[in-house]
């Protein structure tokens, strides 16, 4: 009996040369560089949506505000003394909070106590509700501590109230509207607690032409600075002191944006809300 060895050939494994891998990770990198914008520009569109969202809602809180107060909105910023002559600050967020922050009142005594907003800074509230706010102001806090009071320390949700109720009528002393001045922002630092200086409350339908009119929009700053027509240069980023309105926020670069880009978003008095260009929110918040 004879025995037959059977012999097993095993064919050898090719690997990869260092040029196929070279090639292949060119081809990756450049179908990543491909995408990226698109992934870039999809990113930024959900984060204006996301926005744009928010301050629609926050505008819905100024409705509910108004059922609530007889036909009354919120200052946009009110400096004021307490009976005891104390200094206090309530901010338009404050007396919105309510409506906006799952029924909680921000401030409700205007001395900074929690809840303020620095307590729900890193929460999903609304007041929060733009993913491309940095959360802190261009130029100096204007921390002010009178009374054991710190006001404007630079915690600020990256909205601004429009403090010009009766545009275009001139913003001084002189132009009055049933004796009330025609803006919504009392800053005196402090007030005189006898004869506040500054604007007033006024009733939701003081404020003509609702569907014109900016109420709430991208802002650098707690309150807003607006040069009397567009500034010739434009500038290109937001000047604390000049041109608040935050025209880069949502734009593809964040300097240099022509004013004639729709890169920044506003909510108007009827509550509805667009992404505009700084042309556009310029008007809706001095000219209508």
């Known amino acids: ?89 309530r901010q338009w967020f404050d007396y919105i909070s309510k409506y906006v922050n799952n029924g909680v009142e921000l401030n409700a005594l205007g001395n900074n106590a929690v809840p303020n907003l620095a307590s729900v800074k890193d929460t999903n509230s609304l007041l929060w509700g733009c993913p491309n706010w940095n959360r802190v102001y261009y130029g100096s806090t204007g921390v002010y501590t009178g009374g054991g009071l710190t006001i404007n320390s630079g915690l600020f949700p990256g909205y601004s109230m429009n403090p010009y109720t009766f545009a275009p009528r001139p913003v001084n002393a002189s132009n009055l509207e049933s004796g009330y001045l025609p803006w919504v922002l009392r800053t005196a630092n402090p007030p005189d607690p006898v004869k506040s200086s500054g604007g007033w409350f006024f009733k939701q339908n003081q404020w003509t032409k609702s569907a014109q009119r900016a109420l709430l929009f991208d802002n650098i700053h707690p309150n807003t600075s607006m040069v009397a027509a567009i500034p010739v240069p434009f500038p290109e980023v937001p000047i604390g002191t000049t041109f608040t309105i935050d025209f880069n926020r949502h734009s593809k670069t964040k300097i240099g944006t022509k004013q004639t880009v729709k890169s920044m978003n506003l909510v108007f008095c009827d509550g509805h809300g667009e992404t505009v ?12």
């Open 1 to 89: 009996m004879s025995c037959r060895t059977t012999m097993v050939h095993r064919g050898t494994t090719r690997g990869f040369t260092l040029v196929e891998l070279l090639v292949v990770i060119g081809i990756i990198a450049l179908l990543v560089s491909m995408l990226l914008p698109a992934l870039q520009a999809a990113r930024r569109q959900a984060d204006t949506v996301k926005c744009l969202s928010a301050l629609r809602q926050l505008g819905t809180g100024y409705f509910l505000y108004s059922h609530e107060h007889k036909g009354w909105w919120p200052m946009a910023n009110l400096i004021y003394r307490d009976p005891a002559g104390a200094v206090r600050q």
């Open 277 to 288: 260009s700084a042309q556009e929110a310029h008007k809706a918040i001095r000219n209508p």
